[in-house]
């Protein structure tokens, strides 16, 4: 239980790291940082590797730029939308 915890912690911190590098916020604010930095992670990691530090079983820099790509893809598609309506 608390290894899960650790890791939606870890998960919002590279979530919120990657939106500052991309200087886009997220829809759902926290949440939203927790499931970019979740499956940025994931991402990362199956494209790069695990290499690097890891901390709470995440590799993370490959976690750092999978999120970074999530979050690009999701703010574009999201103002996509936005530009729609």
Do not use: C, Q, Y
């Amino acid at each position: 239980m608390l290894h899960m915890i650790w890791v939606l912690i870890i998960g919002a911190v590279i979530g919120v790291i990657a939106g500052a590098i991309t200087s886009r916020d997220m829809p759902l604010g926290w949440i939203g940082n927790i499931i970019a930095g979740l499956v940025g992670s994931w991402l990362g990691e199956s494209l790069l590797g695990s290499w690097g530090p890891h901390i709470a079983d995440m590799a993370i820099f490959p976690s750092i730029l999978g999120a970074i790509v999530l979050v690009l893809i999701v703010s574009f598609l999201f103002g996509l939308r936005k530009k729609k309506t």
